[in-house]
């Protein structure tokens, strides 16, 4: 495997335990080499879990 979809929303949610998930997610992904199969967007929780990855 080489590439992980993620599906997230396009806010940060009602708490900012979903921010630092999905942060830990791009970072995680970033470190096992894995990259990200998302669309494009840069807000809410995918542009967190893309700025981790891309980070």
Do not use: F, K, P, W
């Amino acid at each position: 495997m080489q590439r992980i979809c993620v599906y997230c929303g396009s806010n940060h949610g009602a708490d900012n335990v979903y921010t630092e998930l999905a942060r830990n997610l791009g970072r995680l992904l970033a470190q096992s080499g894995l990259g990200l199969v998302y669309g494009g967007g840069s807000v809410g929780l995918m542009g967190v879990v893309a700025d981790a990855v891309l980070a």
